[in-house]
């Protein structure tokens, strides 16, 4: 069970949340047309074993979407912040 | 074995009846069952899980291993619980467990003879060799599994109820002893909110096995005085604390069963940013021959029969040890009257209670060890042998044989959050490592700590450490004398050199000491293979008497200390938690929500059927007589193309999309353009994943300059609103666009058939419905019986159609309206059935076709892609292998002879043998009224190019082969002259 600061609602469980992925990959350009930034987008992943940024979505609270540093090894969170806010 | 007349802290004003294997058995208030058993003299309550040997009440606590029994009868039954913590309650009906025809005389004991076969990884060995995977093995393998295991749970539903309750507090203390008491005093008193969670009937822990009157019951009564003077102390007892998982959260279950107007239990999530855990120490068996013969109890767990039940569990008592804490149980014994030798490993026992001993007229037989227990049904003399092996083995009559081998803290809570403990060979066990940042923090017995000072200190500076800086403590409750500890003075032996006979290592699961020997032989090294090789510790208990014996054994084989082998993983749960409790309410129609539209109650009033479609119920056919819903479904699409007919499509997804960006954010997520879209009107739109499949279609009408209304399928309205507010508020943040569901707040109908604008009329004769006023694609306002109302003129069964949305509230007034004004039309309600034959036979797509694996492409749909303007996908579904052309694409099947086809059946080329993958697979299938043949729409390998091939459809599943014609999926009105009329 982890527990998340949400900016908005406070301290929530985590059924509250859905958990998204990676919040570090960016999206290309909206008119970039090379193949392989695409790919590298929507496939190409790191499983790092700590800290880690993802998205997770406050789909039965406020709706926010989050940008939460997570480890992935203790579940520890140490920051949430609106994604909407977040520095890309 | 004997009730006293006096002492003990059972209520003997209240005597209780209880039934015992059909027999009456009483009892007293605060009595277990297990006191209970004892003080009628059952020796034998059970048999054991391998062997069938006869078991007696072994200890007084969680930690039983032999007193399983099964409790209540009917859909009440519950297998497998300790009769040690089952309270005694007037009319509890127990029963003894694995054992036919009975305890006494049981069948399944031929296995203790057979033993030989039976030793370690026997079960395992049977899966190679001549027989395994054979008509033979099969057949033992039910016999295997029958004679082993323990109560045989219930099939019929549980007819308790449970309840979940979610909590906070600043301070958990678990454990309601001596130093968890000490503990949520010292939060309490500096105005902590505490809850203080005791798994027993009522608070003292181990202070309940003293003597009454003594020392320890007046500081007891004193602590507990002040306790309850603190409003913010909660005090739970019955309460079990099970599990600690991250971000300081607790599972706890609370056993209520026979208190009046409860449920039987309740599951509790504690958030609690600091806990103490004062859970305390389990005693651990000595291993000798015959160690698991009724009449051999844990000594801690004697003194508890004697001074909390008072039952003083044998005459002749051999008490077996090697530390301190058991000369309690001896003198208490002795006092009560019995007759007492102490027989201890060690040579060397503190002068005073030797002295104390002896005063109290107990034989000391120092540098001695039990080797066995003898007698037949229960135990009449023990083999005593010196250590040095100096001397002739004593037979020493007894009938009880008090065993301590040191104790065991229960670390468990600690080991789930913070991993392994550390060992503490002076104390021969393992205690948690001391971390100062850790939220949960030991005290108590469970730190094994030298003196009663220290447990009541330690545990008073716990809890005020936990409670924070602010209010003040006081002064620490002054000790009183908590008589001799194991934790110093201890002697290494556990198990003499030369046991006789079957020595047991794990009485619940008949893991004996030649077991651990025989895995060591064949090599197994690792603490965990151990474990499973010989199922020790794998029991309900979890090993929490076998684990350190057999750690221990399994080191001295491997010449380790045991702090190298390590111990094996602790998980939750600490004590074995009901499903139902996990459970609670959320079960049956309550596992999650039910959506029910707001035309649902005519739906019911008018006897449709029922489907489920995600949450929702949606009225699936509407049956006259005696229809099934094949002659319904044929009825019903008939006449929408004949007459007119009104459906329920108020699950539809619906998304209000507004703000100045709206078109270009609708130019992102569709990939056809909407720059053009003036308002008014309508469009259909695809939208595909960001790796190029399509995701989902639907319609979005242009409501004003800044605002659309988007339509999405039932199944994906939830996942695309979330993902067009994930782009929202992360990648396209530029974007001044805000989206909002609508699902339930509107509800929509789709009125088809050739008589749908008439009718139309009839309801809005203010408005223009006329072709030309309100083409295909284009929406007006208006009002039907009064109610404000959309009409989008669209259609998805090929028919003249309208989709008529007013906000839900308003849904049951408007339908029915329709309805009483169509009657002159021969208007209809139709379900999703016959919705899905309409479609079908125009060749939409629908969930079936877009499964996620499908291109624009592979639909046709290629045509909506815009060349002009990325999009989602855009890039990716130019992938090589996503364009390749022996695809699979979307055709119809045109199938032959009086059976149809099913979704999911292969298709295959004729004459070509029905192997493999095949070269595509049938989607979605329906007799088709409009052209009186059964049709399909499936994927085939480059199958446009293949309209008119003859293939065969090939149902593996039931076997059956049919032929079929590929077609255009189009199958009716490919024109569209019908909707656009």
Known sequence: MIRIHCPICGQRSETEFSYYGD?????????????????????????????????????????????????????????????????? | MKRLTTGGRINRDTP??????????????????????????????????????????????????????TLHEGAFREPNTRATCVEAQDGLVAASQNAWPNIHLDIGAVNNLLSPFFSAGFYYKTFIGPFSGTGFWMWCERFIRRASGMGRAVHLPDPDTYEKVTTTCDVLVIGGGAAGLSAALAAGRKGARVILAEQDTVLGGAILSDPVGG?????????????????????????????????????????????????????????????????????????FGNNDLPGVMLAGAVRSYLNRFAVLAGQTALVATNNDSAYATAIDLASAGAGVTVVDTRTEVPQALREQAETAGIRVLRGHAVIAARGRKCVTSALVAPLDQNGQPLQLACDLIAASAGWSPNVHLWSQLYKTPEYRPESACFIPRALFEAHLQPAGLVTAPMEMAQIITDGFARGSEAAGPDGDAGTVPESFD??????????????????????????????????????????????????????????????????????????DLQEREIAEAGTTTFRPPFTPVTIGALVGQDHGAHVRPTRRTPIHDWHVAQGAALAEAGLWKRAWYYPQGDEDVGAAYRREAAHVRAHIGLVDVSTLGKIAVQGPDA????????????????????????????????????????????????????????????????????????????????????????????????????????????????PNNSFVEATIAEHPVRLHRMSFSGELAYEIYT??????????????????????????????????????????????????????????????????????????????????????????????????????????????????WVTSATYSPALGKYIAMAFVKNGQARLGEEVQIVNLLENQTSSARLISHHFFDPEGERQNG
């Not at chain 1, 203790?74 to 520095?87: I, W, Y």
């Not at chain 2, 069963?257 to 958030?271: L, N």
């Open chain 2, 482 to 555: 908590g008589g001799p500890l194991w934790s110093g003075n201890f002697g290494p032996v556990w198990c003499a050199p030369g046991v006789k006979g079957k020595a047991f290592v794990d009485l619940q699961h008949d893991v004996k000491l030649s077991d651990i020997d025989q895995a060591h032989l064949e090599g197994y090294v690792s603490v965990e293979h151990l474990k499973r090789y010989t199922t020790t510790g794998m029991a309900t208990d979890q090993g929490k008497l076998a684990n350190v014996n057999a750690l221990a054994r399994m080191a």
């Open chain 2, 807 to 920: 906000p839900s509230g308003h849904g049951q007034p408007v339908w029915q309206a329709i309805m009483t004004a169509g009657a002159p039309h021969r208007i209809i309600a139709y379900g999703t059935e016959s919705m899905g034959t309409l479609r079908i036979e125009k060749g939409h797509v629908a969930g079936p076709e877009l499964d996620g694996r499908t291109t624009m492409e592979d639909l046709g749909l290629a045509g909506l892609a815009s060349s002009k303007k990325p999009f989602v996908g855009s890039v990716l579904r130019h992938r090589p292998l996503l364009q390749s052309e022996d695809r699979a694409q979307l055709v119809g099947l045109l199938v032959e002879g009086d059976e149809g086809a099913r979704g999911g059946s292969l298709i295959f080329a004729k004459g070509a043998a029905p192997e493999g993958h095949g070269e595509g």
């Open chain 2, 663 to 774: 078109a270009t954010f609708l130019n992102r997520v569709y990939t056809n353009g909407w720059k053009s879209l003036r308002p008014g009107r309508i469009r259909y739109g695809v939208m595909l994943r960001e790796d190029g499949i399509v995701l989902d279609d639907g319609a979005t009408a242009r409501l004003g300059e800044h605002e659309y209304f988007m339509t999405t399928t039932t199944a994906n309205a939830a996942k695309i609103l979330a993902d067009f507010e994930r782009r929202l508020q992360s990648d396209w943040r530029d974007l001044k666009v805000h989206v909002t569901s609508l699902t339930d707040q509107f509800a929509a109908m789709a009125l088809a058939g050739p008589k749908s604008r008439a009718l139309l009329q009839t309801l809005c004769p203010d408005v223009d419905l006329s072709p030309e006023a309100l």
């Open chain 2, 16 to 69: 209780v009846t209880m039934c015992f294997d059909g027999r009456d058995l009483p009892g007293f208030e605060g009595d277990t069952l297990a006191s209970a058993l004892l003080a009628a003299g059952h020796k034998t309550v059970g048999r054991s899980f391998k062997y069938h040997r006869r078991r007696g009440v072994y200890s007084a606590g969680v930690e039983e291993p032999n007193a399983m029994v």
């Open chain 1, 23 to 88: 919040a570090t990959v960016k999206r290309p350009d909206e008119h970039e047309t090379d193949p392989a930034l695409w790919v590298d987008y929507v496939f190409t992943r790191d499983n790092p074993r700590g800290w880690h940024r993802e998205y997770w979505h406050h789909v039965q609270g406020c709706r926010q979407w989050l940008v939460l540093e997570r480890n992935t090894l203790t579940h520890e969170v140490s920051a949430c912040h609106l994604a909407s806010e977040a520095s890309s």
């Open chain 2, 215 to 287: 020392e320890s019951d007046f500081w007891l009564k004193q602590i507990e005085l002040e306790l309850h003077t603190l409003p913010n102390i909660r005090i739970l007892t019955r309460a079990s604390v099970f599990g600690a998982y991250d971000s300081d959260t607790y599972g706890m279950v609370e056993h209520l069963s026979g208190c009046e107007g409860q449920p039987r239990q309740r599951y509790w999530q504690i958030h609690a940013p600091r806990a103490v855990m004062a859970t305390g120490a389990i005693e651990r068996p000595m291993v």
